[in-house]
């Protein structure tokens, strides 16, 4: 073999070995600074991040009626609810912000038919203060079902559907919430018949021989239900005893507008909504309960609609 091709061959050798070198030394020090980040992190987290047990209270009414919560039994149902909502954090931050908004509009209405103050949490429970739609179709504020809706004597049809009316299905709701204190005189029974039916509570107060709601054996939904509520209606109260940091400003305000009334049919809402200087889509926030583009509204009905006031909703502000 010739000198020439000797240091040919010698050389990339080297070369070989130095790279392998530095790429193992480079690996060490890799090792080393993951090493040292890990355990930074694991120190930082044992110092800064602790997840708390919570204290749920031992003395608590819901309507006026005191809660059994000396039996464990109750009480772990309730302190369950309190870890559940609390922990719950995105949720429980949206149920103050929503809260702010719609308690001013349905406290005074539960308020005129009677209704105690605490049902202002059964709505919170069922939908979030939001116009949702269950899988049973349970809809808006208060999750009614189309034919209880229409017995409260809320309007259903395909352009009008007033559970997505907030002032009315509460009128709606507090009807319903004082045929059932006639017939169960218990606002926890009141609570439960309104989540699983007063079909279902008359026949498990039958079968279980007792008419308060603590005794009964119920389903796992309609168990837990009242002491949700019970554990909203805390948290909500108390927020500085769970960690919750809710600024005024961070709450969502309540809307502010002024009441058109509509006597005769619309063509297309989105015409109309431009005659008021705003679009079709805040109409529609605004008033939910309107289901099409259109009313026909063939008998000459008023319809009360509310226009927003603001000038932030209105067309180019």
């Known amino acids: 073999m010739s000198l020439k091709s000797e240091k040919s061959t010698v050389l990339p050798k080297i070369l070989v070995i130095t790279l392998a070198f530095f790429g193992?030394?480079?690996?060490?020090?890799?090792?080393i600074s993951s090493d040292e980040e890990e355990k930074t992190y694991a120190k930082q987290f044992n110092e800064e991040y602790n997840i708390f047990s919570l204290s749920a209270p031992v003395d608590i009414t819901f309507c006026g009626e005191k809660v059994p919560t000396k039996e464990p039994e109750i009480f772990e149902r309730?302190?369950?609810e309190i870890h559940s909502n609390t922990y719950f954090h995105s949720n429980t931050i949206l149920y103050f912000k929503r809260a702010n908004r719609w308690f001013p509009?349905?406290?005074?209405?539960?308020?005129?038919?009677?209704i105690p103050d605490d049902f202002k949490y059964l709505a919170l429970v069922e939908s979030g203060l939001q116009n949702v739609v269950s899988p049973m179709g349970a809809t808006g504020y208060w999750q009614f079902?189309?034919?209880?809706?229409?017995?409260?004597?809320?309007?259903?049809?395909?352009?009008?559907?007033?559970?997505?009316?907030?002032?009315?299905?509460?009128?709606?709701?507090?009807?319903?919430?004082?045929?059932?204190?006639?017939?169960?005189?218990?606002?926890?029974?009141?609570?439960?018949?309104?989540?699983?039916?007063?079909?279902?509570?008359?026949?498990?107060?039958?079968?279980?021989?007792?008419?308060?709601?603590?005794?009964?054996?119920?389903?796992?939904?309609?168990?837990?239900?009242?002491?949700?509520?019970?554990a909203v209606k805390h948290i909500l109260t108390h927020p500085e005893q769970y960690g919750f940091n809710i600024r005024k400003k961070d709450l969502y305000a309540p809307l502010e507008y002024k009441t058109v009334v509509l006597d005769s049919s619309v063509t297309n809402f989105a015409d109309f909504a431009k005659s008021h200087n705003i679009s079709y889509k805040i109409l529609k926030h605004f008033n939910p309960w309107l289901r099409q583009a259109y009313l026909k509204n063939p008998r000459n009905k008023n319809y009360e609609l509310k226009i927003p006031t603001q000038s932030e909703y209105f067309l180019n502000s």
């Open 78 to 80: 309730l302190d369950r």
């Open 105 to 114: 509009v349905i406290e005074p209405i539960l308020k005129a038919n009677n």
């Open 145 to 230: 079902l189309e034919g209880t809706a229409k017995e409260y004597g809320l309007e259903v049809n395909d352009e009008i559907d007033e559970r997505y009316h907030v002032e009315k299905a509460t009128e709606a709701a507090c009807k319903y919430l004082n045929d059932s204190y006639e017939k169960y005189n218990d606002w926890a029974l009141v609570a439960a018949s309104y989540n699983v039916g007063k079909g279902r509570i008359d026949s498990e107060l039958e079968r279980q021989q007792t008419n308060n709601y603590y005794d009964l054996l119920l389903n796992e939904e309609t168990k837990r239900y009242v002491f949700r509520i019970l």
């Open 24 to 31: 193992a030394s480079q690996l060490f020090i890799s090792s």
